[in-house]
C-alpha cells in the first residue's frame, strides 16, 4: 500500500516538531527516515499510525484520506523502539493478540490462531519460546517477537521506531540484514527511524533525512551520501573534512591555487583522500600525521596540517601496509573527488 | 544481610528496642482485646456478637464497604489513568486534592456533610421538603466513608500507572483493539496488585472509619451505627465483654488485612522484579 503524506505540521506546547511534511512512499518500499533526535521523525511515524493527531495537514494509504481514522482501523503494524510486549502475556498469547480482539465476525477460530502464531514464530526463527514470557527474552529475541505480533494481523504498513536502537552492535547487525532480507520476502511497505546512517544506508531504498522538523532530502542511500542536498546531509551521512580554498575555472583546488579564484569551501570524504609522501599535483596539501588506527577493514588516518587543521583521511589495509605510514611523518593528502562544494561569492 | 558497619551490640539494641515498643504499643494491646471479649466464656462472646444491635452494625459496616471500595476502585482508576497518562490543566490541583482527606481531620470529614445535608445546612431544607433523609442516616455515612477513603485506591495506582507509561496500550490500539479490549486485557493486568493493594487498604478504612462516621450518624441503636460506633457505645455503657468482642472483629480484620497485604506485596515485589530484569536487558 502506497502513503502519501501533504503538508503535515505538529507542534507540541512551542516546540515545532514538524514542519510542512511532504512526502509519498510507493508500495512495497523499505523506508529509512533518518535524523537526530529531535528531528521529527519518531513523530511523523506516530503522526501515520494514528497514535498522534497532526495539527494540519493529509494523510493517503493508497490514495484513502485516513486522517479522520483511529488507530485501530489504520491496519498498520507498529514496532516500538522499546518493543512494547505485552509483559503479563506469553509469547504466544502476545502474537495471537492482535486475532484474538477481532470482532466476533471476523475473528478466526482457535484452531486456526494456533496455527497461525506458529507460522510467525517459524518466520521469526524463535518457534521454541511460544511458551516464555517477554521477560525471559533477551533484547533481539523480543524484537523479533515484537515484528511478528505487528505482522499477525496482516498489516499494509509495517512502521518501526528504531527497530534496533537498544540492541547491541553484533545482533544490531545481524537484524539489519534479517529485515532486509524479510522485506525482500514479504513486500510490505515499510518505514523505520534511525538515527544510525549506517543502519538507514545498508537497509534502505530510500532515505528520507530529517532534521528540525523538516526533511532535508529523500533520495537512494547513494544519492544521499554522494550526492548530498545540503550541508547538513552531508555531514549527518558520515564524517568529512572542510577545506577552505579557491576554485579554479577547470576544478577546485585545496590549497592556494592560482587563477582569478572564487573563494569556496570544499568537504571530503575519508575515504576519498590519497595519501602519499610526494605532492601530487597542485591540490596536494602537507600535513602531519597525529594518529594511525589499523585496526578494522580500512585504516583511519588523522593528520594536521601546517595551519593546525585535522584532517581525516581512510585508506586500505593494502595501501597502509606498502607505504609504511608512521605517526609524525609528513605526508600529502589529495582529493580523489570532492563530495560537496560551497560557494561564499 | 550482616551489616559490617554496626557492632553487634548496637544492632541488637536497636532491634530489642523496636522490639520492645512493638511489643508494648501493638502486640499487648491485641492481646488484651481478645482476652477481654473472651473473659466470660467463649458462650458470651458469641451472645454479645449475636444480637440484633451488633449484627445490624456490623451489617451496616459491611454494606457501606460494600458501596465505598467499588466506587473508590471506580474513581481510583479514573483518577490515576488520567493523572499519569494526559496532560491537562489544573493536573497539579487534582493530584493535591486527592490528598486532602488524608491531611484532614476526619471529624472535619464529617462536619462537611453536616454543613451540606444537615437541616441547617446548605441542601437541607430541599431536601427535608422532598423526604429524603441523608444526615444520621446510612447515606452520610456511605458518603462520609467514601471521602475518607477515597485517595487510598488513586495513591497506590498513580505511581504504578506512571511506570508503566503509555506503550502497551498503543501497542493494543495498533493491533485492532478498541478501549475497552485494552483496558480489559493489558492495562487492568497490569495494575492487578497495585489496585489489590490499594482495595484492601481502603477496605480495612472503609471498615474501621470512626471519625468522621460518629459526626454523622447520630448513634441510632440498630440503624444507624457501625461496628466502630457500636464499641464506643459498649464502652460508654461500661459493657466491656461485649465492646471488646465487637472489638476482636475489628483485630481480625485488621490481622486479615495484613496478611492479605503482604502476599500481595510479596507477588507485587515478584513482577516488578521481573519488569526490572525485562527493562535492564532490554
Known sequence: ?345 | MASRTEHAGVRWTLIGTALTFLGFFIFLPLVMVFMTGLNKGIAVYFQSLNNPDALSAIRLTVITALVAVPLNVVFGIAASWAIAKFNFWGKNFLTTLIDLPLSVSPVISGLIYVLLFGAQGAWGPWLMEHGIKIIFAPPAIILATIFVTFPLVARELIPVMKTLGNEEEEAALTLGANGWQTFLRVTLPNIKWGLLYGVIICNARAMGEFGAVSVVSGHIRGQTNTLPLHIEILYNEYNFTAAFAAASLLALLAVFTLFLKSLVEYQYRAELKAALKMEKSA
Not at chain 1, 534502505?204 to 547513494?222: C, L, S, W, Y
Not at chain 1, 582529493?335 to 561569492?345: G, L, Q, R
Request: charged fraction near 25%; proline fraction near 3%.
Open chain 1, 1 to 345: 500500500m502506497s502513503i502519501e503524506v501533504k503538508q503535515i505540521a505538529k507542534t507540541f506546547g512551542s516546540f515545532q516538531a514538524l514542519e510542512n511534511i511532504d512526502l509519498k512512499i510507493e508500495t512495497g518500499e523499505l523506508i529509512a527516515l533518518l535524523g537526530p533526535s529531535g528531528s521529527g521523525k519518531t513523530t511523523l511515524l506516530r503522526i501515520i499510525a494514528g497514535l498522534e493527531n497532526a495539527d494540519q495537514g493529509e494523510i493517503f494509504f493508497h490514495g484513502k484520506d485516513v486522517k479522520e481514522e483511529k488507530t485501530k482501523d489504520r491496519n498498520v503494524g507498529f514496532v516500538f523502539q522499546h518493543y512494547a510486549l505485552f509483559r503479563h502475556m506469553t509469547v504466544f498469547e502476545n502474537i495471537a493478540f492482535g486475532l484474538r480482539v477481532k470482532p466476533k465476525a471476523l475473528r478466526p477460530t482457535e484452531e486456526k490462531i494456533r496455527a497461525r502464531v506458529k507460522e510467525l514464530l517459524r518466520l521469526v526463527q524463535l518457534e521454541w519460546v511460544a511458551n516464555r514470557f517477554p521477560s525471559q527474552l533477551s533484547g533481539g529475541q523480543r524484537q523479533r517477537i515484537a515484528l511478528a505480533r505487528a505482522l499477525a494481523v496482516e498489516p499494509k504498513v509495517l512502521l518501526l521506531d528504531e527497530p534496533f536502537g537498544s540492541l547491541d552492535a553484533k545482533v544490531r547487525k545481524e537484524l539489519r540484514q534479517w529485515l532486509r532480507r524479510f522485506h525482500d520476502d514479504l513486500h510490505i511497505t515499510t518505514l523505520f527511524v534511525t538515527h544510525d546512517q549506517e543502519e538507514a544506508l545498508e537497509v534502505a531504498d530510500r532515505i528520507v533525512v530529517m532534521n528540525k522538523g523538516k526533511i532535508e532530502q529523500v533520495g537512494t542511500p547513494e544519492q544521499v551520501y554522494h550526492n548530498p542536498a545540503n550541508l547538513f546531509v552531508l555531514n549527518f551521512l558520515g564524517s568529512v573534512n572542510l577545506f577552505h580554498g579557491r576554485a579554479e575555472e577547470s576544478g577546485a583546488a585545496a590549497s592556494e591555487a592560482t587563477a582569478t579564484p572564487k573563494i569556496t569551501k570544499i568537504y571530503v570524504r575519508p575515504h576519498e583522500l590519497t595519501v602519499t609522501r610526494q605532492a601530487a599535483g597542485a591540490n596536494s596539501l602537507k600535513a602531519q600525521i597525529s594518529f594511525i588506527n589499523p585496526a578494522g577493514s580500512v585504516v583511519k588516518i588523522d593528520a594536521v596540517t601546517s595551519d593546525g587543521q585535522l584532517v581525516q583521511a581512510e585508506i586500505s589495509q593494502e595501501e597502509y601496509k606498502s607505504l609504511r605510514l608512521q605517526r609524525n611523518e609528513h605526508v600529502f593528502l589529495t582529493p580523489k573527488n570532492i563530495t560537496y562544494s560551497e560557494y561564499d561569492i
